[in-house]
């Protein structure tokens, strides 16, 4: 990642001492099995089991975009107990471009459609995740046209989060979450930029300084 910061960012530390994630024995227990197919951290894993168990009892599927090894979608579909599609290109990060200071491309590309499928074996949510490999959307977005509850966007690269979002937007249920992977983050400018773009009265805005962008949508366009 790059060394140098750019305006605007710093090293953050929270000073709460509150940890739940130390206290729920069964998310601890789904995390000892899907933390080794991840590149998300406890904290914000965490917080997507806590809007997973909210959002269950919500009309939608769930959604994840940036899958890679299967870790978040199967703790979301562990949670929630519901439906989850997992969309991913299984052949690393697509789309990098001018406002993404740290991916080129191909990046992550170190996972496949099998370690998935294992890992919800062993989770036992082999019968809630569906995936879908290739490019979303353009690839495989016909396949989504039912109403979104939640979708967790891990796509690295600002085209690739505006195209996403530009699509499950309109299916996104009133009271739907979306939420931004690396939000904030060095070498994910591109992600952060597109975000702060979107910021609008459709939404309310929460910012995790973990490096999560929380969307819920207040109403139905």
Sequence with gaps: MPSSEPPGYSEVRPLAKYSPWLADDEFKKVYGVIKANTLVDEYRCYELWCLARQMARFRGVFIEVG??????????????????????????????????????????SDATEEEVTDLATRVGV????????????????????????????????????RDVFRKIWPLLIPGGVVIFDDYGFLGCEGVTRFVNEICSDEHLFVHNLNGHAILVRTHQA
Aim: charged share 25%; hydrophobic share 40%.
């Design 67 to 108: 899958v890679w090894k299967g870790g978040t979608g199967c703790l979301l579909a562990s949670a929630a107990r519901k439906s989850v599609v997992l969309c991913d290109t299984f052949r690393g990060v697509v789309k990098a471009g001018p406002f993404d200071t740290y991916y080129k491309g191909g990046e992550h």
């Design 126 to 161: 082999s019968d809630l995740i569906r995936i879908l490999r290739g490019i979303f959307p353009e690839e495989t977005g016909r396949f989504v046209d039912e109403p979104i509850a939640l979708c967790h966007v891990d796509v690295d690269v600002y085209e690739s989060a």
